[in-house]
């Protein structure tokens, strides 16, 4: 079998695989394993940062802490933090920790209070699992920004749901689906105080999953190598490179970001034309910039809509800081212009340096994490459920936790699962 893609969903499928006494392949573009996961020392220090993902769960991402389990690692829990900074309708807060309510008045809390039970009610009546199926599914189908003007709230009230939305569903609310938000709020026991904070990340960063499980996999995965274009007839699955190299294989599963699917051919015109349905790619678009300043407040966390909708420091390295905000206002970051960012929400402060990974850019994904339009998840679903000698995976595509870690897991497992069965007792 052939896993096209070495992120966390196609090295899962390829694990799986392996395990159940398949043969298999892995061909990755890139230089490294891991895709969207990247975790790398910034420049000038010893310090490694996670320029993709980054948080997860211990008690909600439930396959994420599996893994991490059985290759002896774990979840690390981020100390509390010491400064929040939060600028709402121009003036800049000050608060002891990262949740905003505290900083807020009775009147602003009690707007912020209702508006979070309308987003519990609607998360309840959605669903998790079976969101796509629930009866509330077609009326929450809105843009974000659609979804809070219905609750007319005042500047503070949209300010703060935009802002903690954004670490969710990272992109424009003009363009994401409400849908995508209300239901991982579902999966969160439908509590969005979850906003304010789930503060776990990986212990020793996210590319040692990956890592891990490359160890394992050894020779089976070939770095550097593109495919171009899959092609399926009744007998097996041909797969082509853009070296102009041909693979046979029985099955193959593809586990590359839906934002990329259209650059790959595929000869089937069924699976062209769910490609095709998908409407391009989806809203995930968000800048991860870390930079380095020689004053930040200790363990710093701020929020400013729409300029810099999440800073936090570093779990270990007090010059560091990330900052996530939309590519259309960070533009081409530079030290001058990211420090001017933060000046408006941490006035004296200083950037030295800056790295980050251009996501947008990045050819091999071409966009973040999964942030749904209206509409997407039929278009999503069709992708996931095509049934053949080709087989779709990854995080854009699960049922569960969908463009998180977790959702890559759940299914890279489910893909080689599927594969496994429909080759009864081949092994190729
Ligand atoms: C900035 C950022 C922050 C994030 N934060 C979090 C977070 O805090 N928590 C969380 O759980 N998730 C987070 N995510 C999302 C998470 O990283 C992804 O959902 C998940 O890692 C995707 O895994 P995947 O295997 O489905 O896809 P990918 O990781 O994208 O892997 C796909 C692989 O396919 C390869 N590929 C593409 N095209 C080809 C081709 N033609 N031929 C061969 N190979 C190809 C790519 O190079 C890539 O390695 C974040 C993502 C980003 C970018």
Request: net charge negative.
């Amino acid at each position: 079998m052939v896993v096209i893609g070495a992120g966390l969903g196609g090295l899962i499928a390829a694990r799986d695989l392996a395990d159940a006494g398949h043969e298999v392949t892995v061909l990755e573009a890139r230089d490294r394993v891991g895709g969207r996961i990247y975790t790398t020392t910034f420049p000038g220090t010893s310090t490694e940062v996670d320029l993709g993902a980054e948080w997860g769960s211990p008690d909600h991402h439930l396959a994420l802490g599996a893994e991490l389990g059985r290759y002896g690692l774990s979840f690390e829990e981020v100390d509390e933090t010491e400064s929040g900074v939060w600028r709402l309708d121009g003036q800049i807060r000050n608060t002891g920790g990262a949740d905003a309510r505290v900083c807020l008045s009775e009147r602003e809390r009690a707007e912020l209070d209702g508006a979070l039970d309308v987003l519990a009610a609607d998360a309840r009546a959605l669903g998790f699992e079976g969101a796509d199926d629930s009866p509330a599914a077609d009326r929450l189908d809105i843009t974000f920004t659609e979804y809070v003007e219905s609750l007319n709230l005042s500047r503070i009230g949209n300010e703060l749901l935009y802002s903690t939305a954004f670490s969710f569903a990272g992109g424009d609310p003009d363009e994401y689906g409400a849908w995508m938000l209300v239901r991982e709020i579902a999966g969160y026991d439908s509590e969005p105080e979850v906003l304010f904070g789930d503060d776990y990340r990986i212990s020793g960063g996210s590319s040692s999953l990956p890592r891990a499980i490359a160890a394992e996999l050894g020779d089976r995965i070939r770095l550097g190598v593109q495919v171009s274009s899959v092609r399926d007839d009744d007998e097996a699955v041909s797969v082509s490179t853009s070296d102009g190299e041909e693979l046979r294989a029985a099955a193959v599963i593809v586990a590359v970001p839906i934002n990329v699917l259209g650059e790959l051919e595929f000869a089937n015109s069924e699976i062209s034309s769910r490609i095709k349905a998908l409407g391009g790619s989806h809203a995930g678009a968000a800048s991860k910039v870390w930079a380095r300043s020689p004053n930040l407040p200790p363990e710093v966390f701020g929020m400013a809509w729409p300029e810099l909708p999440e800073i936090y420091c570093h779990p270990t390295d007090p010059d560091l800081v990330a900052a996530f905000g939309m590519p259309q206002v960070f533009g081409e970051p530079s030290t001058q212009s990211m420090q001017q960012l933060f000046r408006g929400l941490i006035p004296d402060v200083e950037v030295e340096a800056i790295f980050e990974h251009d996501w947008s850019n990045d050819p091999l994904a071409r966009g973040t994490w999964l942030a749904g339009r209206p509409g997407q998840r039929h278009h999503t679903a069709a992708l996931r459920e095509w049934q053949g000698r080709v087989l779709f995976a990854g995080a854009d595509l699960d049922t569960g936790w969908a463009g998180w870690m977790d959702g890559a897991i759940t299914s890279g497992g489910r893909a080689a699962g599927k594969a496994g069965l429909a080759m009864g007792g081949s092994r190729g």
